[in-house]
């Protein structure tokens, strides 16, 4: 069955370093985004990306922010400059969109990558 | 803004007990909900979802019925198994929107 595959899974770094978290979306996706849950709390929307550019952010998603899809088929996360506060694992999704008839979007998640700043 | 409550955990259960996990939900629309399972070391997998009031969604013996008099969508299960141990989390979307709105979700432990 086709998978999101997300790297690393787990990457720890000091304060003030830039962070890329990459993911590989399913290949006839054509929606993408980023989710983060920080350790027990809720799952949050951070962006989401179509035809090249992102389509919604969150208020999470600061300058400190960007995605980008590089090649085709690599889909990234940076963090500029990291806060201890960026602590957190981060969940890449996809998806083909909305469903006909339902109007419902199924996305398909990735592993995670725990970030852990010091 | 849309907001997703969930039952606190965790919840342990001995196998072949009964199972809810209670969600409820907060939208301005009329959303989709759905249920996603994480099992340790692995993602976000979707479980189940319904689309309108009163549909039930099912999957592997889950159930969850949209209930929009009480906006709640209640996951439920007859008899666990071990192999249900995972963290569970209820989400909507709204119709037409691509975001989905998740709850804290609920780690749930099966003992033999």
């Known amino acids: 069955e086709p998978e999101v595959t997300q790297t690393p899974s787990h990457q720890v770094t000091q304060m003030g370093q830039e962070v890329i978290l990459r993911c590989v979306p399913i290949?006839?996706?054509?929606?993408f985004y980023w989710y983060r849950q920080i350790l027990g709390q809720k799952v949050e929307f951070l962006v989401s990306?179509?035809?090249?550019?992102?389509?919604?952010k969150s208020e999470i998603f600061d300058d400190q922010f960007s995605v980008e899809r590089p090649d085709g088929s690599n889909f990234t996360l940076k963090i500029r400059s990291t806060k201890l506060e960026d602590s957190a694992m981060y969940f890449c999704?996809?998806?083909?969109?909305?469903?006909?008839?339902?109007?419902?979007?199924?996305?398909?998640f990735g592993a995670g990558s725990r970030l852990t700043v010091l | 803004g849309d907001s997703v409550t969930q039952m606190e955990g965790p919840v342990t259960l001995s196998e072949e007990a009964f199972l809810t996990i209670n969600c409820t939900y907060t939208a301005t629309g009329y959303p989709s909900l759905f249920w996603y399972v994480q099992y340790p070391g692995e993602g976000l997998q979707l479980l189940l979802k319904a689309t309108k009031a009163d549909d039930k969604g099912s999957n592997k013996g889950f159930e969850a019925t949209y209930r929009k008099e009480t906006t709640s969508f209640h996951l439920e299960k007859g008899s666990v198994q071990v192999s249900d141990s995972a963290v569970y989390f209820c989400a909507l979307s709204e119709l037409g929107n691509e975001k989905l709105t998740f709850g804290t979700g609920t780690r749930l432990t099966i003992i033999p």
């Open positions: 999704a996809s998806s083909r969109g909305l469903e006909r008839g339902s109007g419902a979007n199924v996305l398909t």
């Open positions: 290949s006839n996706h054509l929606y």
């Open positions: 990306f179509y035809n090249n550019e992102i389509s919604e």
